[in-house]
């Protein structure tokens, strides 16, 4: 199966660290990224490839990965951290298509 | 900086086509290296890839859509686009273009459109 899944929520005390999951078979083969997306916004990349963040994405921020699980973690989760975080892979047998996690909300308390 | 831009009628009769197009700027569609997609995101959240078309013209579609579907290109206006036909209710969504970038250990989208709502309802 191509298909992620990730927890639905999870909630994190303003300053400590927490780790988001994604498993898929595909993962075994292909790195995740890793999408913020804020109430009304267009997702946004966070974390690409082995632990890849484009300009903008704050260090706190960081992926990895082992078997069929890939993970984001929030070292020092700030307030503006609370928002949906979806991962993405591609297929693991084909070249196409690609899929998305459920998303994982992720509230700051 | 790249950005894109969705456009389109926001509401959609049942049975009839959907189109939406997608500008391009601060990157062009003609160059490779990069694929132009569209993701959509349903009432409840969940996202779905929804297909992409290369600078060459050759595109990928999602195999729930394909027979539905048809992704195009406009290389002068450095525009894409999308069209599904015979819409229902279930495809009442927030589309999204974004290019995607692929590579050996896997796929990226890294820059994304606003996103527009497309509702079906008669």
């Known amino acids: 199966s191509s298909e992620l899944t990730q927890d639905p929520a999870v909630s994190v005390a303003l300053g400590q660290t927490v780790s988001i999951t994604c498993q898929g078979d595909s993962l075994r083969k292909y790195s995740a990224s890793w999408y913020q997306q804020r109430p009304g916004q267009a997702p946004v990349l966070l974390i690409y490839g082995k632990n890849n963040r484009p300009s903008g994405t704050p260090d706190r921020f960081s992926g990895s990965s082992s078997g069929n699980t890939a993970s984001l973690t929030i070292t020092g989760a700030q307030a503006e951290d609370e928002a949906d975080y979806f991962c993405n892979s591609r297929g693991s047998n084909d070249f196409y298509p690609r899929f998305f996690g459920p998303g994982t909300k992720v509230t700051v308390l | 900086q790249v950005q894109l831009q969705e456009s389109g009628p926001g509401l959609v009769k049942p049975s009839q086509t959907l189109s939406l197009s997608c500008t391009v700027s601060g990157a062009s569609i003609s160059r490779g290296a990069y694929y132009w997609s569209w993701i959509r995101q349903h009432p409840g959240g969940a996202l779905e890839w929804i297909g992409f078309?290369?600078?060459?013209?050759?595109?990928y579609y999602n195999p729930s859509l394909e027979s539905r579907l048809t992704i195009s290109m406009d290389k002068p206006q450095n525009q894409f686009s999308l069209r599904l036909s015979s819409v229902t209710a279930a495809d009442t969504a927030v589309y999204y273009c974004a290019r995607e970038i692929f590579y050996d250990g896997g796929v990226y989208f890294d820059f994304w459109g606003q996103g527009t709502l497309v509702t079906v309802s008669s």
């Open positions: 078309i290369y600078y060459t013209g050759s595109t």
